[in-house]
């Protein structure tokens, strides 16, 4: 088995294990899982309560040492994580039309990418000055929730393009965000 052009080698008993989880990963529904629909707007009262409920009841001190799980707490909190995040869920409903995403999606707006390295630098630049900080954290929090908007809009109209274009764009002002 290869990784990133390396050879790697794995005890049979870990390539069977890895092979489970990339199978289970592939049947679990996350919005089924949470008792959602498949959509991009979704209650976040709803999905903390539900994340709650199925924590406790596949907990491992709740199960039975000789049954296996169906799920593990592992796999229940990277399907909350996912539902959570307007980024992760919007790439995962992409995965699930089967119109997946490149890791390394570029934007070719050059005014955008003009503006995100503006902002990179005025974050740079106000490094020690929290007013400016404050202020930029809220101006780019007022344009990630613009676009996520946008990306809502996107998938309500069954714009699959649209919505990656804009989960791209999403991606960077999240990194912006981070920097803050």
Same mark, same amino acid.
């Given at each position: 088995?290869?990784?990133?052009?390396?050879?790697?080698?794995?005890?049979?008993?870990?390539?069977?294990?890895?092979?489970?989880?990339?199978?289970?990963?592939?049947?679990?529904?996350?919005?089924?899982?949470?008792?959602?629909?498949?959509?991009?707007?979704?209650?976040?009262?709803?999905?903390?309560?539900?994340?709650?409920?199925?924590?406790?009841?596949?907990?491992?001190?709740?199960?039975?040492?000789?049954?296996?799980?169906?799920?593990? =707490?592992?796999?229940?909190? %990277?399907?909350?994580?996912?539902? #959570? @995040?307007? +980024?992760? *869920?919007?790439? &995962?409903?992409?995965?699930?039309?089967?119109?997946?995403?490149?890791?390394?999606?570029?934007?070719?707006?050059?005014?955008?990418?003009?503006?995100?390295?503006?902002?990179?630098?005025?974050?740079?630049?106000?490094?020690?000055?929290?007013?400016?900080?404050?202020?930029?954290?809220?101006?780019?929090?007022?344009?990630?929730?613009?676009?996520?908007?946008?990306?809502? =809009?996107?998938?309500?109209? %069954?714009?699959?393009?649209?919505? #990656? @274009?804009? +989960?791209? *764009?999403?991606? &960077?002002?999240?990194?912006?965000?981070?920097?803050?």
């Amino acid at each position: 088995m290869s990784f990133l052009g390396r050879q790697i080698f794995l005890r049979p008993q870990a390539l069977s294990q890895c092979l489970y989880y990339s199978a289970r990963r592939q049947l679990v529904n996350y919005f089924k899982l949470f008792e959602s629909d498949v959509t991009y707007d979704l209650d976040p009262k709803h999905l903390d309560q539900r994340y709650k409920r199925l924590q406790f009841e596949f907990h491992p001190d709740k199960a039975n040492s000789s049954d296996k799980p169906l799920l593990t =707490s592992q796999e229940i909190s %990277e399907a909350y994580q996912t539902l #959570k @995040s307007p +980024l992760k *869920r919007g790439l &995962y409903m992409l995965d699930l039309e089967g119109r997946g995403m490149e890791e390394d999606a570029r934007i070719t707006d050059l005014e955008f990418l003009e503006w995100i390295m503006d902002m990179n630098s005025e974050i740079d630049d106000s490094e020690n000055n929290q007013v400016k900080l404050k202020e930029l954290h809220q101006e780019l929090t007022a344009v990630n929730d613009d676009t996520v908007s946008k990306i809502s =809009s996107c998938f309500n109209n %069954e714009d699959l393009e649209g919505a #990656k @274009s804009e +989960l791209v *764009r999403l991606r &960077y002002i999240q990194n912006c965000v981070n920097n803050v």
